[in-house]
């Protein structure tokens, strides 16, 4: 059964930076397309990134220059790294991972950037 679980949210300050992680069980990266999504109070959920089979990544238009998503194969892990992060970023933010047209979703971790 694939499983997903996210880690590394908190609480930082405008500008300040941190990494989420996304632990990955039966997953195969080369099979599976991999992605963040966020939703922050009263929107919708958003892709914020994401990563192809072949590692093509895609970025929401916010973020582009700040985010960055990338896969440790070795680890089985997806990650995240926020930078510059602003508080409309403020989100839960969720792991997904996407194959055989079944899509499967992380429990979230929260991120809150304020002062």
């Known amino acids: 059964q694939v499983q997903l679980v996210e880690s590394g949210g908190g609480l930082v300050q405008p500008g300040g930076s941190l990494r989420l992680s996304c632990a990955a069980s039966?997953?195969?990266?080369?099979?599976?397309?991999m992605g963040w999504y966020r939703q922050a109070p009263g929107k919708e959920r958003e892709l914020v990134a994401s990563?192809?089979?072949?590692?093509?990544?895609n970025y929401k238009d916010s973020v582009k220059g700040r985010f960055t998503i990338s896969e440790d194969n070795a680890k089985n892990t997806l990650w995240l790294q926020m930078n510059n992060l602003k508080p409309e970023d403020t989100a839960v933010y969720y792991c997904?991972?996407?194959?055989?047209?079944?899509?499967?979703w992380g429990q979230g971790t929260q991120v809150t950037v304020s002062s």
């Open positions: 990563i192809t089979q072949n590692g093509n990544t």
């Open positions: 997904n991972a996407e194959a055989y047209g079944i899509s499967h």
């Open positions: 039966r997953i195969i990266f080369s099979i599976y397309a």
